[in-house]
């Protein structure tokens, strides 16, 4: 996890297109600047970045559904509960499964666990469109390999 440029997924651990779900995982730094100020003496991951992780995470399971020829670009987070915190050093499990896809939208479930205990859950809406220039796609691309993601599950132009 690259907090400082929002990479927030380290690794694919399981990709099911068939199903239509993902799983991945997250290792929470032990030091960042996050964590000075939320909390000074009670260091605690963001909601807000636990809710960009499952957004992470369901987007790199639509990609693959759309076979990396369109982005998923987020919508709408709804039903967002925080169940329990998450501190530096913990490993995220986060898995998200399809809802819903058409009319230019998808709509995702996401949780996060430590341990296989519940962290966080939302539903999550996803804008679909054509990647908007090369640079975009071809960052991407490299993210993908970086994460595990399955390079025969790129299509290319």
């Known amino acids: 996890m690259d907090l400082a440029y929002f990479h927030l997924i380290d690794r694919i651990t399981d990709l099911d297109i068939g199903e239509k779900t993902i799983a991945v995982e997250a290792q929470v730094p032990?030091?960042?600047?996050?964590?000075?100020g939320h909390f000074p003496g009670y260091p605690l991951m963001p909601g807000v970045l636990l809710i960009e992780s499952m957004a992470q995470a369901s987007g790199w399971l639509l990609i693959a559904l759309m076979k990396f020829e369109r982005m998923p670009f987020l919508a709408a987070v709804k039903e967002a509960k925080m169940r329990r915190f998450v501190t530096p050093g913990e490993l995220l499990s986060v898995t998200a499964s399809l809802v819903h896809?058409?009319?230019g939208y998808a709509v995702t479930q996401a949780k996060v666990s430590v341990d296989g205990k519940p962290r966080c859950n939302a539903t999550i809406t996803f804008g679909v469109a054509a990647f908007p220039n090369a640079d975009l796609r071809?960052?991407?691309?490299?993210?993908?390999?970086?994460i595990g993601f399955p390079q025969q599950m790129i299509a290319h132009d």
């Open 101 to 103: 896809d058409g009319s």
């Open 30 to 36: 032990r030091q960042s600047t996050i964590f000075e």
């Open 138 to 146: 071809g960052h991407m691309e490299a993210m993908a390999k970086r």
